[in-house]
């Protein structure tokens, strides 16, 4: 069987994962060496179900297919999350920082997604975010920071962030880490 | 002999053990094989983890989520962990990678303590998967400077750089008894500018219930190895230099 092979964005597999419309069906199993492109083959699946699905993209056999997404790895979770990020967009003037945090934080994951789309939706049009690991340098503690910049800002901009933060953080209780949008008023390049 | 790099491109590895559904399992488990692996592992945690198990049906295809709690019993470090979920033990070595001198003991340790804590008949399924995450130069080169394993874009098609790709397949080994899932992908680079890709090198048991537990490590060996081997076919002798072998 002849291999062939696709090339496709990140952000078609990864919004495919994320869209809670339904996905497109996938072809019939085969058991030879395939290739797939992941509009073909990608489910559509919520934040919650995984989004290391974006990289579990080749077709299997049925039995295989069964164990694709109960998944045992974490760190695929987390390349997922930031490939996702990026194409919302959202900025990292550092990802290994943040690969780093959020590996360590990974029961984070989810939230990190959900809260980084509530901003993204709210101020996507009018701003730019940028997602940092903020170290503080006084005590010794660190959490995950989405600044929230603009070109000019508004009498009304602390608020709407406020509003932001109200839609995600009751979801913080009882994870490992923390996660805070703010903004530091500096003009989005 | 297998090679040894100073800058290992392995971010996780993970052996993944799982039980046909006829095994008992109750909620003791956990905390019998806890028992048997606290030196090791003291650290305990819970977790919940939705699991989707898609089949395909007369009607089309459907899906189903499912939430499982695991235990999660760490190694000092972190860094290395033992998960047990219903009919599931996996054992996740994340970077820096001990060798597989130093991750298969483990892997061996929680299997025993499993097979001493449950009556293992067959296994269901058995996968031992390398994650590597591999960063290279900005530089004006092309992929088939470090990848073998790649895709190709024929004469029909524009002849620019890929911004994003994802590419995989599937190989049959021990006449179809076992496949690994070969993919690679473009990945967030650690700073902007920069390229990174992941190799995922998933190797696993294709049929189900045809390795016993006294068999399973020894098949775990056998897909070491061969895992070792996929992965030198997929990269080039400059990304072996970037990895820098050492003795």
Partial sequence: ????????????????????????????????????????????LSILRGPSDRFDLAELTPYERSYSSRLSQVTLRVEALLSWLQSVPVAFPCAADVRDYVLRHEDMVDLVAS???????????????????????????????????????DATFLDQIGAVRAEYEENLAGKSGWFLVTTDFRPAR | MSKKYR????????????????????????????????????SREQRWFQEVETTKTPQ?????????????????????????????????????????????????????ALTQTVAVGQLQRIGLR?????????????????????????????ATTMTDFLVGCVLPFSGERDACKIQIATVVPDQPGGRAFLLDLDYFLSQPDSISADEALEWVENAHRQVENLFEGCITERLRDLFQEVE
């Fill in chain 2, 7 to 42: 800058n290992a491109p392995i971010i996780e590895a993970v052996c993944e053990f799982r039980l046909p559904s006829e095994v008992k399992w109750d909620l003791t488990i956990p905390g019998l094989l806890y028992e048997r692996i606290k030196d090791g592992f003291p």
């Fill in chain 2, 130 to 158: 390398y994650i590597n995450r591999i960063a290279v130069p900005q530089e004006p080169v092309g992929l088939e400077e470090y990848f073998t394993f790649r895709p190709f874009l024929g004469g029909g098609l524009p």
């Fill in chain 1, 115 to 153: 809260a980084c789309q509530i901003a993204s939706t709210r101020f996507g049009k009018t701003s730019r975010l940028y997602l940092e690991v903020y170290h503080d340098p006084e005590i010794e503690d660190e959490y995950l920071t989405l600044y929230i910049r603009q070109k000019e800002y």
């Fill in chain 2, 60 to 112: 089309g295809v459907e899906q189903q989520v499912r939430a499982n709690e695991r235990a999660l019993f760490f190694a000092d470090d972190r860094k290395i962990f033992v998960q047990i979920g219903a009919q599931l033990l996996a054992v996740n070595c994340l970077k820096p990678y001990p060798s597989w001198n130093g991750f298969l003991p483990k892997v061996e340790t929680a299997f025993r």
């Fill in chain 1, 1 to 44: 069987m002849a291999l062939t092979s696709s090339a496709v964005t990140s952000s078609d597999a990864i919004y495919s994962d994320y869209r809670s419309s339904p996905g497109e069906s996938v072809g019939a199993p085969v058991r030879k060496p395939v290739v797939r492109s992941a509009k073909q083959s990608v489910y559509s």
